[in-house]
């Protein structure tokens, strides 16, 4: 499964996938992809992903809720913590 953030704006979006407290910045006119296993397990609610979003002092941020062990950048790396896009 592939998850595709887009930046349309003109400031940065930052996109935070929990638990595994990794944090991206997606640049203006960029965009970040995402790929999680095909079997993540579900929440108490049955979801897969659960997405917030909050109002930051520097702007919008995506919040991730995943039960998935590990995350998945395009070329296969795993999601690490505090990766700039």
């Given at each position: 499964m592939a998850q595709t953030f887009r930046n349309s704006g003109s400031r940065p979006i930052y996109v935070s996938l929990e638990p595994i407290a990794a944090r991206y910045r997606i640049e203006p006119a960029s965009e970040l992809i995402l790929r999680y296993?095909?079997?993540?397990?579900?929440?108490?609610?049955?979801?897969?992903?659960?997405?917030?979003?909050?109002?930051?002092?520097?702007?919008?941020?995506?919040?991730?809720?995943?039960?998935?062990?590990?995350?998945?950048?395009?070329?296969?790396?795993?999601?690490?913590?505090?990766?700039?896009?």
């Amino acid at each position: 499964m592939a998850q595709t953030f887009r930046n349309s704006g003109s400031r940065p979006i930052y996109v935070s996938l929990e638990p595994i407290a990794a944090r991206y910045r997606i640049e203006p006119a960029s965009e970040l992809i995402l790929r999680y296993d095909d079997e993540i397990p579900q929440d108490e609610h049955n979801s897969t992903l659960r997405v917030e979003i909050v109002e930051r002092q520097g702007g919008p941020e995506i919040i991730i809720w995943t039960c998935a062990a590990s995350l998945f950048l395009p070329d296969g790396r795993e999601a690490i913590e505090d990766h700039g896009v």
